[in-house]
């Protein structure tokens, strides 16, 4: 058969498959909910997850529909783009675990592992701007959250003052993880496309009606 041909009908059927896995993952929140597969709100872990995961389907079909401004691009061009991206994303990378690091207290689950998960251990987020509330009880242990939630007679107070105001640093976390994912995974994707040659399907159907 001829390639002009074969071409088209391959991309048909790689659209075919991106559309019934978009189609399935789009299912995949309120069955997750629905199951109690996720708690509301979702733990730090599971919202990691997630995020990864719809990132990852997103660069693969970005690739797939932007494949002829891939293919017009020259491979120069395409391999210096890849690596500033590649460098960014490292920086991003590098901050997200430095910032998480700094700004996630684990400690031990005395009931047990949580809900949804087989970790017997709890995160809760430092917030960015603790309240005079917060600090009070913090004070006393130096600043350190961990030794806090373990020992201050106000535990329960202070995990839930932390659950209350851990929204600006849950914030940076997530621009930080998406912008690092996005900067790491789609050069790999591109520049994979790209080696394998992106093919001018409408090349190939001009220059075979030419033929006959």
Known sequence: MDRALLMPQAVEKISGVLKGIAAVIALFPGV????????????????????SFSIS??????VFLARDIISRMGSARVGLLCSIAVVL????ITGYFLFA???TVVVRAPEGPTPGSHENVQRYIV??????ELTAIVDPFFGDYEEAIRMSVQRETMKQLMNEESGSSLLVMIVLLVLSELLLMAPVVVGAWKLAGTPDFGADSSGSKRES
């Open 57 to 62: 389907l997103i660069v693969l079909i970005s």
């Open 32 to 51: 997750a909910i629905y199951f109690r597969l996720v708690d509301i709100p979702p733990t730090l872990m599971q919202l990691v997850e997630i995020i």
């Open 101 to 103: 690091r700094g700004h």
């Open 89 to 92: 994303g490292a920086a991003s």
């Open 127 to 132: 917030p960015l701007n603790p309240s005079p």
